[in-house]
Structure formats: C-alpha cells, structure tokens
C-alpha cells in the first residue's frame, strides 16, 4: 500500500496530480486537524480555524501571483465552465459585445455561453488548422465596442500556448488560466479577470479561482441572482454560504508547497524543463513522433503528439500503462497522446517518459 504512488507517472490532464508532500500531510492532519479533535471538513466554515486557512490561501496566492490590492481574490464553485456563463452574465448585457481569442475547444465553450447573453465577436481564431497554433499579435482585430476580450491562456486539450499573453490595448482582458495557473509568473495587473478551476495546477476540483480587478468588478450588473454575482463574494470573502472547505484547504497546502520551491519562477524553469525534454524527443525522433502544435505554440503544460498509425498509439499507451504511466491517452477529439506536466509533476516523471517513448520508437520505428 502506498509504495505503488512511488512506481506510477501522472500525466493526467485534470483532475491531475498532486505533490506527494501534500497528500502525505493532508493525511497527517486528516481525522484530527491540528489537535482540534475533528477533521477541517468537519468544522464549521465560520469558524477561527477553518477561516484562519482560507484567508492564508488568498494571500498566499497573493504572494505567489504577486497580486495587489486592486485585485479581489475569490474561491468560487461550478469550476471554470460556470465562469463561461458568470462572466457574461455580469458584464455582458443583451446589446453589448464581447470579443474572443479561439484557440481551442474551451476557448469555444466560452465564447458559445456569452452568446446567450449578449453579442460575441470572434477577434482572432486558430480553429482553420485545428488548433495547432497560437495567432500572431497582429492577427487580433481590436474593438474599441467589446466589453471585454477573452483569451484561453493554455489549451488544455490541443496542446498550445500563449508564449506572450496578448494586451487588452485598452478592452478588459479576461482570461480561463485553468490549465497554467501559477506555471509561470504572469502581470496580474494588466487583466480585468482570471480564473481558473483548481483541479490542474492548484488543488483538488471544487474549487474555481477567481483573481478580478475591483474597478472592472465595478462594472457588473446587479440584475443576476445571488450566488451568482461577484459582489457577493467579495463582500462575503468567498463566505456567503459554505464554501468547499476540504477543498480551499488542501488548495491551502499546495500553496506552501509552491512557496516551499522558491517562487513561480521556479516553477516555471523546472515547468520549462520537463516539458523541453519531451518536445526534445520527439524533435529527435526523426517522424516517429510528430507534435500537433506549431513548434512556436506549444504549451509546456500539455504535450500533444502523435505516432506513426492509430494502431502504434494504441500500442504505446498500452505499454505506458503496463509500465506505470497514466493519461498519455490524447482527448477524444484530438486523438494521439497528451503528457500533461503540471507544476506537481515530477521531473523525474519526464525523465522516465522520454526513455519509454526513445525506447518505444526503436523498437517500432
Ligand atoms: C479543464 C478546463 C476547463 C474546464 O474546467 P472545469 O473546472 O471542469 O469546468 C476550462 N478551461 C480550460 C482551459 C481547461 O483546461
């Protein structure tokens, strides 16, 4: 028990993996946290305890995304899909615009939910070429009219990347940053918004980030239902009603976990690291291995590729899993493989991936 967690390689795309250190004290604390003689998950949510690490998650997340105090800090529910209809639903009204950066499929969901709203505008698109890379700053077509410009930061599923995170020139930028949250140091100060659902690079799911700058928060229209407006949240401090406790905990601990590895930058270097050796495989592999993303796309949290015949990537993934190695199965609607090498992925994870996939192509090739 427990010694296969140290023989298996998570490359899960989400729900995805989490440092072993924080498991091992998630554990630690489980059935009697901290010497209260209960669990946190069963303490009230209005209580010392259980706020004094909910308000050590927000500013620990302050601390890492470096984020002032012009921004709020939310820890909302619904995942990243209800901020699809959220954010709409408070900034778009039926006779404005918002436009959208189409990247990928969630990039889609997104701009699919505003038009029940309100109007969309498509401001530039990869979708010709199936997403395999990322448009040029100069193919974004700005309007001066949009509400807001949305940006997929990281898709998730096709395997690219914004490398320079666009400029708002003026619009509030939004961005879904589910998939690179805190992956790499980004300037907070220059989005209206940025969400992301926990469960690839922050925690467990259940917990939706909301990062949202007060003046755009300013903006919202006040006609929507309780739980889903902003100002309810930021007024109550993500408290109104009970909030996924188990979930901003642990979320808590992958914080300081983070904060234990330096800083972002860190992260980012080793982020940039694994992801290097892989793509260098592939590089190498003389065709064997061919990348969906453009070489100047790609994203160094999902690693796309493909191998020679449907039949080869079958056989691949089949001998991964025998071998220790999980969700290097690509999404359905892209096919191929997918190595998901979030902050919690070990380099050590790359390292043996590379030697499976080299071995595999010599054998095959
Ligand atoms: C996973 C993902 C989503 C969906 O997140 P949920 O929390 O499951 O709703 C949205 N956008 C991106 C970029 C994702 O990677």
């Not at 010694?3 to 998570?10: I, L, V």
């Not at 010497?35 to 706020?51: A, P, T």
């Not at 995170?165 to 939004?174: F, R």
């Not at 902050?343 to 996939?357: E, G, I, K, Q, T």
Request: proline share 4%; charged share 25%; with cysteine.
């Amino acid at each position: 028990m427990g010694d296969r967690r140290a023989h298996t390689y998570n490359f899960n795309a989400g729900p995805s993996a989490l440092p072993t250190e924080v498991l091992e004290e998630v554990k630690e604390h489980l059935v009697d946290f901290q010497g209260h003689g209960l669990s946190i998950m069963e303490m009230s949510h209005r209580g010392k305890v259980y706020e004094d690490v909910h308000d050590r998650a927000i500013s620990d997340l302050r601390e890492l995304m470096q984020i002032s105090d012009e921004h709020e800090v939310l820890f909302l529910q619904g995942g990243a899909s209800l901020q699809f209809a959220m954010i709409p639903m408070n900034f778009l009204a039926k006779d404005q615009q918002a436009g959208f950066l189409l990247t990928g499929s969630w990039s889609e969901k997104a701009e699919e939910e505003a038009r029940r709203f309100g109007k969309t505008r498509i401001a530039a698109s990869a979708k010709e070429g199936n997403y395999q890379r990322i448009p040029n700053p100069g193919e974004i077509v700005y309007d001066a009219a949009d509400a807001y410009l949305h940006v997929t930061s990281n898709n998730t599923i096709y395997g690219t990347q914004w490398a320079t995170l666009p400029e708002g020139n003026g619009t509030p930028l939004v961005a879904d940053m589910s998939s690179d949250i805190l992956s790499r140091q980004v300037d907070v100060s220059k989005f209206a918004m940025i969400y992301a659902g926990a469960q690839k690079n922050l925690g467990p799911s259940g917990v939706t980030v909301v990062i949202a700058k007060k003046d755009f928060l300013a903006r919202a229209d006040r006609d929507v239902p309780t739980m889903l407006r902003y100002e309810t949240h930021v007024k109550s401090r993500s408290l109104y009603n009970t909030p996924p406790t188990f979930g901003i905990y642990v979320l808590s601990l992958v914080l300081q976990w983070a904060k234990r590895q330096g800083s972002v930058d860190a992260l980012a270097r080793n982020n940039a690291e694994k992801a290097a050796l892989i793509y260098d495989v592939i590089d190498r592999s003389e065709g064997f291995y061919r990348g969906h993303a453009a070489q100047d796309s790609r994203s160094l949290m999902n690693i796309t590729f493909r191998l020679p015949t449907p039949e080869l990537e079958k056989a691949f993934v089949a001998r991964s899993v025998q071998e220790g190695f999980l969700g290097l199965a690509g999404h359905r609607s892209v096919g191929g493989c997918r190595a998901s090498t979030y902050n919690a992925v070990p380099r050590a994870a790359s390292v043996a991936l590379c030697d499976l996939m080299r071995d595999f192509a010599q054998k095959n090739g």
